[in-house]
């Protein structure tokens, strides 16, 4: 294995080379490829059990694949520090480890000082940047809560302040709308977008994946069988095939993404 950049693909920030992982001689993930570009926003959907956050986890480097490589901003990701990793992706996940009792505020401020240093005081301005970002997700007023008392939808949405700070290269989301209700998807979906970041986020509602998303990433028993636009991962043959139920894709009243519309009395036959 070398560090050097063995890319295929010029421009992208993450790139996985047929990525394989398992648990002990279980396979979970299967030779899986493909390229993100600087800024896209990339949804990977796929059924309960596909991987999804497997291949996450790999991805943000929690686990480490059993075979292929990742390549990150041209670089072999097990080969960067931990460090210049932590300021380059950001993570969203449903569960953050808090051994410190972190109050709301804590967590955001970790987007902006290293661990090493999160006990010193803070400047001004760094501290009027965190103010700011939890104006942005409605978390102001929870600012001073303990972090581990916050209700799902309040975590998340604590976490996408952090990133907010922060300023990653490459934003992960694992069901980053699961807890969140319709008002505040909408939202930080939007507040996401507007990021100019490079995002990979996973989805259950398809509806809200194809919306927001430049490129889907389908996942099936841990391979990849689907990498498109919007249009072409979510179609009737993909929903039938990989979803097991019967639906219609529709083009959305606006014209300009996909729409599944479900049937609700009948699974896949
Ligand atoms: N620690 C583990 N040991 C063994 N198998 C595991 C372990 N963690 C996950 N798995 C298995 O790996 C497979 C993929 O799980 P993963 O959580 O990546 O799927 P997912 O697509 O995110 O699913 P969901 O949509 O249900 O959250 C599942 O079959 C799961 O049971």
């Known amino acids: 294995m070398t560090t050097a950049f063995n890319s295929q693909h010029d421009n992208a920030l993450l790139e996985c080379n047929n990525l394989s992982f398992a648990y ?7 030779n899986i490829s493909f390229a993100i570009s600087n800024k896209q926003f990339v949804g990977l959907i796929g059924g309960n059990g596909a991987g999804k956050s497997t291949l996450l986890r790999c991805l943000y480097r929690y686990l480490s ?9 041209q670089q072999l990701l097990g080969a960067i520090d931990n460090r210049t990793l932590a300021q380059n992706i950001a993570v969203v996940v449903q569960e953050l480890p808090n051994d410190f009792n972190l109050c709301a505020f804590d967590v955001v401020a970790l987007g902006l000082v290293p661990y090493s240093t999160f006990f010193s005081s803070l400047s001004s301005s760094q501290h009027s940047q965190i103010i700011d970002a939890l104006h942005a997700v409605g978390m102001f007023e929870k600012s001073r809560q303990g972090y581990e008392t916050l209700s799902g939808g309040e975590k998340q ?10 300023q990653p ?9 699961s807890h969140l209700d319709i008002k505040y998807q909408l939202e930080i979906m939007q507040l996401t ?3 100019d ?12 994946a194809s919306a927001m998303s430049d490129r889907l990433l389908l996942l099936h028993s841990g391979e990849l069988v689907a990498n498109g636009e919007p249009a072409e991962v979510i179609t009737n043959d993909n929903i039938k095939a990989y979803f097991d139920v019967e639906a219609n894709v529709v083009s959305h009243p606006t014209g300009e ?10 699974l896949a036959t």
Do not use: C
């Not at 002990?24 to 299967?30: K, P, T």
């Not at 949405?157 to 922060?166: D, N, T």
């Not at 995002?199 to 809200?208: E, K, P, Q, T």
């Not at 993404?257 to 009948?266: F, G, L, N, S």
């Open 197 to 208: 970041m490079t995002v990979l986020a996973s989805f259950h509602d398809l509806n809200l």
């Open 24 to 30: 002990q001689n279980q396979s979970i993930l299967s």
């Open 257 to 266: 993404h996909p729409m599944v519309i479900y049937d609700y009395q009948r």
């Open 65 to 73: 694949p059993t075979a292929g490589d990742i390549y990150f901003d």
């Open 193 to 195: 977008k507007s990021l």
């Open 157 to 166: 949405r604590v976490l996408i302040a952090k990133a907010i700070v922060q």
């Open 169 to 177: 290269k490459l934003l992960i989301m694992d069901e980053p709308t």
